[in-house]
Structures are given as structure tokens and as C-alpha cells.
């Protein structure tokens, strides 16, 4: 059997740690400084700017009514009526939700809690890559993800992400310390944390399970059988935390909460299995239907992306400018990482073993998943994807110790976010020329010089990797390539997103008017065909306006009993249409709110209101 020397022609070994009095004292030097800095970078690209925020109309009027009560806060109501939830669950929201009842309601509000986890994210991975590999190598981590556009990206937008990115780290960082020392309360620890993080991504947090698992499988210092154990107490528990939410909906009787976006039967496993989960995979076969999920409309969503479903995907230009810089390089940190392994074959509760599972397994599996799952062009997906990519490559370039091979990966880096950043030639192409001004020099010098020089070269080489991707994420304070509040893509095909939701044109008004002056103690002021339509109202004044067929226009939601019955009873009076849902194509359309439409258009009374026409249904109006 080789001995741990052997393997250090390539990959420096774990070592013994540094006693106590010069691990502090080398703290003291250098690491917090640095890493106070690299916290005070990520939050100014993620802040810079914050008082640009627009409303991402769909989630914002979710918090909206969220802030009105406690049972749209705890159900994820789109509307202040708590007709209907937001199309999954609604924990990445509480946040928001709170910090708008906290600061007031307004765009900047929304993404302060994003952009503090997004700084958070970046000190957990230095503390959990520092443990594992050494102090450069923590910094490096925490470096690489604040530079690495979709983090940034991920820290000024309103989507789940951010969060689930910081409650998957809360969970690597307690399963490293349940693993150093087999303590079964840290690893419950872990699957709570895991259990958090399925509130914000559902069934996408379960992705995380194999690299805590074997993890702690594998290394932990105690016996299998108490192995075995700990995981199925901690799978317990995390199990619990996950399906909570689940469970109080689904024991809840559907009178008393929303009915459940997405779904054909208000059934939460419908919205979570079927409606977030199966159907993102229908290239490969998979059909969501036979769970009661709502399926129309969203294949042709993701078919307009062009991506496909293969490794490839997490290649092209549009996912790899936000993720991928650091390709080559955690290339290197997961096959070095192997190869050393190997040579060295430690003992099962080898720390370095147990880090290298942990990162390895997180970053395979999260990147088969997106390859062959549809991902509908959102970048802000790739969040967890990046934390994996910093880490490897973060130890590639502290561990690996042949300096040829380092040196050619660099070079082949550096060529990587050249060509990547090329099939932008239009946005600050300059940078790949101070790429090459860098590397070519430093890569010489580190390939061929000293000692002392080759540190030099290194940080350089390391410079010219990271100038591009760094003039991607700071082009993020530019409201040109990043406005905050909306998905959170960066560069040259971001979006920006309008505030014209946020307040009503003179129009809107006067229906508002209108519709409150005859509201006659109506439940809800006016149905509406499209959730869009709705949002203004609620954005703007906290209307209770009934949405119909939910997010995709799909939804059986309200039921025609239920419509009729909320029209006879007298808690919804209105019908609120525009020009375009009169037109002929319009009232042609084969959904449940079209339908609902059709026949407040034949049985109840026109009222022309500005640009609107209200149908007033019910007893004496043609109802």
C-alpha cells in the first residue's frame, strides 16, 4: 500500500493541523482582513443599487397579501382574499414577507433579505472549505463565489434561491461537524436545515441528501451500526421539517385556505410531486397528469428555451456565463482530488476524505439533475451549482502541488472565459484581452520561476482567471445588465423588469373607484381572467380582486359551482375585462377562467369603465 508521501507529487496531503496558539495567530494575520473584505464585496455588488428594485410582479403581490394576514402568510396567498397560493411553497417568501412588515412595503424591502443571505452564503462556504482544506483554500471558496455572477445575480433578485443556498450550506457545515465526531445531535441539526430548505425548493432540496449522506457514512468515527442510526434518525426528522407544510395544508379542510396553484385537485402532493418535480422532466418521458398537476402550458415554456436536456446544456452561453467560469479548474480539484485519494488510500475517517465526498457528490449530482431536468431558462437555478464549482476549484489550486498541470489548467481556464465571454462580443470584450495581458507572463513565471516568485505568478494567473467573470458580476450595479428585484440574471441578456404594476394608471383608477364605491359588501371586488390583471390592484392598494385559473390560466379554480355560489351569495358582484379578453380569439380560449368569462359575459350586465367593461352578475343585473 503506498504511503500518504506517495501521493503528494500531485495532491498535498491533509496533514496534521497546526496547534491551537499558531492557528489563532495566523488567523490574526491575514484571514479575517481578507475575509471581512471579500464579505464587504459581496455585499456591495449585491446592495449597490437596491433603491432600483421593481416589483417581480407575480412573487411581490404574494407578499403583499402575505403581510395582510395570517393565513395568506402561512399559505403563500397570491390574493389578499386567500382565494389562491402562489404556484409552490411559500417559505423563501416569509422572509421577504417579514422584512415588508418590518421596513414597509416596497421593492428595495423585498430584496434585502436575498442580498443578506447572499453574504451569508459566501462566509459559510469559507467556514466549511476552511475546515476541510486549510485557510487559502476557505478564502479562495468564499472568493470564487462572490465573483461568480449567478451568486451575485441570486443576492439582488426575489427568487428562491438565495435562500436555499444558505439553508443547504447551514446543513454541509452541520453534517461536517456531525462527521468529525459522530454526533448524532448536529446531524439532526443537518436534516432540519435540509427539512428548511424543501419550504423554499421542495423536492430539489433532496438533491442534497447523497452528499450528506455518504458523507457521514463513510467518515464518521463510530461504528456502522450507529451510522446507520444517526442517518435514520436525522432522515427522520428532516422528513418531518419537509413535509410539514404539506401535511397542514393537506389536513386543513380546503374551506379554510387557499386552494393550491398548479393543481387540478387541490392537492398538495399535486403541487409539490407532480406540478414543481415530474413536470420538469417531460423530455425524458415523464408524465405529471395522473398526479393532479397542471401540465398545459408549461412544456411549451420550456420548449422555447432551446437548451435541451443534456450535460450540454450546462454548457451554453446562456447557463455557463452566469456558473461555469470555473469549469476547468474544479475539473481539476474533483479528478486531483480522486487521484490523490487513491494513492494515498487514507483511513476511512480521513478529513480530507470526508470533505472531498461531501463536494464531489454535491456538485455531480446538482449537475446531472439540471442537465436532464428542465431548468426553463432560469439561471438563478445554477445557485447551488456554483457554491460545488468554488469549493473543487478552491483545492485544486491550493492542493494540487505539480505546477505543470496546474499551469496548463489555468491556461485553459483563462481560454475558457475568453471563449465563453466572446459569444458576447459586445459586452466589454476588453476584459479578455486583460485576461491574456495577465496570464501569458504569469503562467511563464509560475511555470519556470522560484519559490517565492511563483506565489507571485499565482495570484496573477488567478487574477486573469477571475478578471472576466468579475467584470461580469460588477456590470451587475448597472441597471443596463442588472435590475434587482427580477430573476436576478446578469449581463448582456438580462431583463429589466418595469414598475408599472406598482401603481395604477389613471384607468385602473377609476375602476378601482368604480369598484370600491359598489363594492356593497362584496367579499371580492371583481374577478379577473389573468393573475396579471390582478396584481396592480393588489400591489397598489391591497385589493381583494378573485384571480381565475391561477398562474398558467389552467387552473379549474373557482370551480363553476364555486363561481355561481360566490355570485349568489353576494361576495362577488364584478367581472373586470379588458379590450383584448372581448375579442373574438379571447372568448374562444379553451381554459377554466375563459370559460367562467363566457358566461359572465352572456348573463351578466355590461358597465363601461374607462378602458374596462365590468359585468355586474347577480340577482337583478342579468345573473
Not at 439532526?188 to 433532496?206: D, H, I, P, R, S
Not at 485519494?341 to 478529513?351: F, H, K
Not at 373574438?584 to 378602458?611: D, E, F, K, M, S
Amino acid at each position: 500500500m503506498p504511503s500518504p508521501v506517495s501521493a503528494e507529487p500531485l495532491v498535498r496531503a491533509a496533514g496534521p493541523p497546526p496547534s491551537p496558539a499558531r492557528a489563532r495567530s495566523r488567523t490574526r494575520r491575514y484571514e479575517r482582513p481578507i475575509l471581512a473584505g471579500i464579505a464587504a464585496v459581496a455585499a456591495l455588488l449585491d446592495f449597490w443599487g437596491i433603491w432600483h428594485s421593481a416589483y417581480h410582479t407575480f412573487y411581490a403581490s404574494a407578499v403583499r397579501s402575505m403581510t395582510d394576514n395570517p393565513v395568506a402568510f402561512l399559505y403563500g396567498s397570491f390574493d389578499p382574499g386567500n382565494s389562491i397560493t402562489l404556484d409552490k411553497l411559500p417559505g423563501f417568501l416569509w422572509p421577504q414577507a417579514l422584512s415588508a412588515l418590518v421596513l414597509g412595503f416596497h421593492p428595495w424591502s423585498l430584496v434585502v433579505p436575498q442580498a443578506l443571505e447572499g453574504v451569508a452564503s459566501v462566509v459559510l462556504l469559507h467556514v466549511v472549505v476552511r475546515r476541510w482544506a486549510g485557510i487559502p483554500a476557505g478564502l479562495l471558496a468564499a472568493a470564487f463565489l462572490t465573483l461568480t455572477p449567478v451568486t451575485v445575480g441570486l443576492g439582488r433578485s426575489v427568487t428562491e434561491d438565495a435562500p436555499f443556498v444558505l439553508l443547504l450550506l447551514l446543513a454541509a457545515e452541520a453534517t461536517q461537524r456531525a462527521t468529525a465526531r459522530a454526533r448524532l445531535r448536529t446531524l439532526v441539526l443537518a436534516g432540519f436545515w435540509v427539512g428548511a430548505a424543501f419550504q423554499c425548493k421542495m423536492l430539489e432540496a433532496w438533491a442534497v441528501l447523497p452528499a450528506l449522506a455518504v458523507t457521514y457514512l463513510v467518515a464518521a468515527p463510530t461504528t456502522l451500526r450507529r451510522r446507520i442510526r444517526d442517518l435514520a434518525v436525522s432522515g427522520a426528522v428532516m422528513l418531518a421539517v419537509s413535509l410539514s407544510w404539506m401535511l397542514a395544508a393537506g389536513l386543513t379542510p380546503a374551506a379554510g385556505r387557499p386552494y393550491l396553484d398548479g393543481t387540478t385537485d387541490n392537492s398538495p402532493i399535486a403541487l409539490v410531486v407532480g406540478y414543481n418535480f415530474l413536470t420538469r422532466f417531460q423530455a425524458l418521458g415523464v408524465d405529471a397528469a395522473g398526479t393532479g398537476s397542471i401540465v398545459a402550458g408549461r412544456a411549451h415554456s420550456r420548449a422555447s428555451v432551446g437548451m435541451g436536456d443534456s450535460v450540454w446544456k450546462m454548457f451554453s452561453p446562456g447557463l455557463a456565463s452566469q456558473t461555469g467560469w470555473l469549469y476547468p479548474l474544479a475539473a481539476l480539484g474533483l479528478a486531483a482530488g480522486l487521484y490523490g485519494l487513491w494513492r494515498r488510500r487514507p483511513p476511512r475517517t480521513d478529513p480530507f476524505l470526508a470533505g472531498f465526498l461531501l463536494w464531489g457528490i454535491w456538485l455531480v449530482t446538482f449537475f446531472v439533475i439540471f442537465s436532464f431536468g428542465s431548468v426553463t431558462g432560469h439561471t438563478y437555478y445554477m445557485g447551488v451549482v456554483a457554491v460545488g464549482l468554488s469549493a473543487l476549484a478552491a483545492v485544486a489550486v491550493t492542493r494540487v502541488r505539480r505546477r505543470g498541470v496546474l499551469c496548463a489548467v489555468l491556461a485553459v481556464n483563462v481560454g475558457w472565459c475568453a471563449a465563453l465571454t466572446l459569444q458576447y462580443p459586445r459586452f466589454f470584450a476588453w476584459s479578455v484581452g486583460v485576461a491574456a495581458v495577465l496570464a501569458l507572463p504569469a503562467l511563464v513565471l509560475f511555470a519556470h520561476g522560484g519559490s517565492r516568485p511563483r506565489r507571485t505568478a499565482l495570484a496573477v494567473a488567478l487574477a486573469a482567471v477571475l478578471v472576466v467573470p468579475t467584470v461580469w458580476s460588477v456590470s451587475a450595479t448597472s441597471l443596463r445588465y442588472n435590475q434587482p428585484g427580477g430573476f436576478g440574471r446578469i449581463g448582456p441578456g438580462s431583463i429589466a423588469t418595469r414598475n408599472g404594476a406598482a401603481a395604477l394608471n389613471p384607468a385602473q383608477r377609476r375602476v378601482l373607484a368604480y369598484l370600491t364605491a359598489h363594492r356593497d359588501g362584496a367579499r371580492y371586488l371583481a374577478a379577473v381572467p389573468r393573475w396579471q390583471m390582478a396584481a396592480p390592484y393588489i400591489l397598489s392598494d391591497n385589493a381583494a380582486i378573485l384571480p381565475l385559473g391561477g398562474f398558467t390560466a389552467h387552473v379549474p379554480y373557482p370551480a363553476p359551482g364555486t363561481f355561481h355560489h360566490l355570485i349568489d351569495t353576494g361576495r362577488l358582484h364584478y367581472v373586470l375585462l379588458s379590450a383584448a379578453d372581448l375579442s373574438h380569439r379571447a372568448r374562444g380560449a379553451r381554459t377554466p377562467g375563459r370559460a367562467l368569462v363566457r358566461w359572465a359575459i352572456g348573463h351578466c350586465a355590461p358597465v363601461r369603465v374607462a378602458a374596462y367593461t365590468l359585468y355586474r352578475c347577480g340577482p337583478g343585473h342579468g345573473g
